[in-house]
């Protein structure tokens, strides 16, 4: 099974770009041209800007807050491939985790703030032990995405590893 998530971050830059066009446009009205004439429904034009620069701000960074992130996942072939990144304003690294399947150990997912941000951390059989990688972050994920994740891990974990959450 291959998929990515690259349609959810496209959406969500789209909807930043249009944030910042329409903002813009804004100031050019408002503060250029001066064809918006104030009080506009009994407020001010600063009172204006004030709110609509505040629902820029929520909607340019709520995604680097809930660490949402672009994330390619495949198990065909030999080996499990997590490719991840930032998705928000400031796109981060790019980063790879490959495991091969019979070197997979196990995984582990962790839920904060309310189920606002959704994590898996993946687990891999060394000779010197059992390593640990940064968490992928899959908040952005559907439901639908996040359980064929979970189904395919479980099919690759071995049976006697205990602590498996899902």
């Not at 004030?50 to 072939?77: H, K, R, T, W």
């Not at 304003?89 to 189920?115: C, Q, S």
């Not at 891999?124 to 640990?132: F, I, P, S, Y």
Request: positive net charge.
């Amino acid at each position: 099974m291959t998929f990515d998530n690259s349609k959810t971050i496209i959406g969500l830059r789209i909807k930043i770009f249009t944030a910042t066009v329409l903002l813009l446009t804004y100031f050019i009205l408002t503060y250029i041209s001066e064809t918006l004439s104030y009080p506009l429904l009994g407020m001010s034009d600063a009172t204006w800007t004030i709110i609509l620069v505040c629902l820029y701000f929520i909607l340019a960074f709520y995604p680097m807050v809930l660490n949402y992130q672009y994330i390619y996942f495949s198990d065909e072939g030999e080996t499990i491939v997590f490719r991840y990144f930032n998705a928000g304003i400031v796109g981060g690294r790019k980063n790879t985790i490959e495991i091969n399947k019979y070197n997979f150990a196990g995984y582990e997912t962790e839920t904060k703030y309310f189920g606002l941000i959704q994590s898996v951390t993946l687990f891999q059989q060394l000779r010197e032990g059992v390593a640990k990688y940064p968490p992928v972050y899959i908040s952005n994920l559907t439901g639908k995405e996040k359980s064929r994740i979970y189904n395919s891990l479980y099919l690759y974990t071995p049976k006697d590893v205990k602590d498996v959450s899902r």
